[in-house]
């Protein structure tokens, strides 16, 4: 594993390793043991896009881990003033261990990868959330115990949670339904596999997607850079929600997760987000564990020499 571009990109034993990984450092963490794994080595975090969790837990998993991590708003470096991905690269290159990268475009941080000797990590595009669903993947199994036999649903749009969620589904063999309304399914190469293959089942039914599901899951209806869509996907979106009728369809002791920030009323009750905070304030700050558990993979080992 060189990078961390895309969910699919990791077979099964790359996930389940980050994800005992993660599980060690968080004990390890809540112990006060300290792990030292990535002494002066610095992260440089690039953000074209607002972020809570994902700053905050890059940026402390990386001093947890020894190192530092720098903030690099797009707002202030050349990059927001046209300077091309592929200079900005092999410059941050020549100066960190590794670049998290938040954007709106896919191929960016492809070519950002493509042109840089340190490891990348996506940290959202508008195409997928790689971080976010490892983070998810740790909390259904620490819930769960195990991903055998785990049916689970996602409400909403068909956005970069969604494929991500697919692909996670696919490799760790979970059954996925998803309910969206039509004209907002996720992307149609990951829809096609993963239905091929007897992971996915889409659905315009909301009822039927949370049928007999063990972990229900939604996100909002616009995501970052979709504002001036809110209102009509207000509209298309209406009864795409997880709510208590939705929950009565699921089994008895389903969770629920958000990855957060949630619109309350909209793709989610607050008396259903109020009743499963357990578990989706745990899954938030597993981003921090599952995260450190991808650098710790990426950036433990000697800098690569230079091209
Ligand atoms: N879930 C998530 O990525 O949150 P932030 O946008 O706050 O980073
Ligand atoms: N789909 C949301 C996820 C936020 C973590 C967005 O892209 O805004």
Redesign the pocket.
């Known amino acids: 594993m060189e990078h961390l571009l895309k969910l699919q990109d990791l077979s099964r034993k790359e996930i389940t390793d980050i994800l005992n990984l993660a599980d060690q450092l968080k004990f390890e963490h809540r112990h006060g043991i300290m792990h030292n794994r990535l002494q002066g080595k610095t992260l440089g975090m690039i953000f074209s896009k607002?972020?809570?969790?994902?700053?905050v837990s890059f940026e402390t998993g990386m001093f947890q881990l020894g190192g530092m991590a720098l903030f690099l708003s797009t707002n202030d470096i050349q990059l927001g003033r046209g300077e091309p991905v592929k200079d900005t690269a092999r410059v941050l290159s020549r100066f960190l261990d590794g670049i998290m990268i938040?954007t709106f475009k896919q191929s960016d941080v492809e070519e950002l990868a493509s042109y840089s000797t340190i490891p990348i990590i996506n940290g959202?595009t508008d195409y997928c959330?790689p971080c976010?669903v490892l983070a998810d993947l740790m909390t259904i199994r620490e819930f769960k115990d195990t991903f055998k036999g785990i049916k689970m649903c996602f409400v909403g749009d068909g956005n970069n949670m969604a494929n991500s969620l697919i692909a996670g589904a696919v490799t760790l063999d979970i059954k996925l339904n998803i309910a969206c309304p039509k004209g907002y399914e996720p992307d149609s190469a990951l829809v096609k596999a993963a239905t091929e293959s007897g992971h996915l089942t889409l659905t315009e039914d909301v009822f039927e997607a949370a049928k007999d599901c063990d972990v229900l899951y939604t996100d909002v209806w616009a995501s970052m850079g979709q504002e001036a869509e809110a209102e009509r996907r207000k509209k298309d979106f209406a009864g795409f929600q997880i709510n208590s009728a939705v929950m009565s369809a699921a089994k008895p002791d389903a969770m629920v997760l958000h990855?957060?920030?949630a619109h309350r009323g909209e793709e989610i009750t607050d008396e259903v987000l109020e009743a499963h905070a357990k578990e989706i304030f745990e899954q938030a700050e597993n981003?921090m564990h599952a995260q450190k558990a991808v650098l710790v993979k990426l950036m433990e080992k000697p800098k690569a020499v230079y091209r």
């Open positions: 607002s972020s809570t969790r994902t700053r938040r959202l959330h976010q990855c957060l920030p981003r």
